[in-house]
T-cell receptor, first 108, second 113 residues
């Protein structure tokens, strides 16, 4: 079964601290993994996808097939990073399977 | 390009009424997806449509829910005889092709009273 697990509902850090939002997945084939971000009262926005290997707003994520993980990282958190972050998987069908999300709070 | 437009943003319905949620995809996008977000939960896939066709409705409840994406006009998610448990945020996404790269709308928050 396809599943995405985000074990932390809430992650609180101070400005300038490193951030790692965890995402583990369950899928037997070769998935495509995404991170979406939802700022307060705004729509979900694609933050990054593993095939593009980009760094967006200082965030990076590496697909680790051995650990079936796609953790989102940023070395120095900013207050404007406070938002809901969703990890998602796309397998052999066209739909996205989302995790339950992690709320990141960055304190000044 | 106005992005994915959903309306209304907020919808209040009494139990037993019908709810119609509209989604206009981005220009040039022919694939539309509907997701539901219940309180404290992630987004759950409901249905995937292309123009005039339902491709995957595996996430749709068997009763009271239906979706369409006509040749002309927006995609419609219709919920008949709403119940309190239908209260949720309903998000629409569109893409130009069938391999992700979605753009999401702002969602419709349905409240059933």
């Amino acid at each position: 079964a396809q599943r995405v697990t985000q074990p932390e509902k809430l992650l609180s850090v101070f400005k300038g601290a490193p951030v790692e939002l965890k995402c583990n997945y369950s899928y037997s084939g070769s998935p495509e993994l995404f991170w979406y971000v939802q700022y307060s009262r705004q729509r979900l926005q694609l933050l990054l996808r593993h095939i593009s290997r980009e760094s967006i707003k200082g965030f990076t994520a590496d697909l680790n097939k051995g650990e079936t993980s796609f953790h989102l990282k940023k070395p120095f958190a900013q207050e404007e990073d406070s938002a809901m972050y969703y990890c998602a998987l796309s397998g052999d069908t066209d739909k996205l399977i989302f995790g339950t999300g992690t709320r990141l709070q960055v304190f000044p | 390009n106005a992005g994915v437009m959903q309306n209304p943003r907020h919808l209040v319905r009494r139990r037993g009424q019908e709810a119609r949620l509209r989604c206009s995809p981005m220009k040039g996008h022919s694939h539309v997806y509907w997701y539901r977000q219940l309180p404290e939960e992630g987004l759950k896939f409901m249905v995937y449509l292309q123009k005039e066709n339902i491709i995957d409705e595996s996430g749709m409840p068997k009763e009271r829910f239906s979706a369409e994406f006509p040749k002309e006009g927006p995609s419609i998610l219709r919920i008949q005889q709403v119940v309190r448990g239908d209260s949720a945020a309903y998000f629409c996404a569109s893409s130009p092709y069938s391999e992700g790269g979605y753009t999401f709308g702002s969602g419709t928050r349905l409240t059933v009273v």
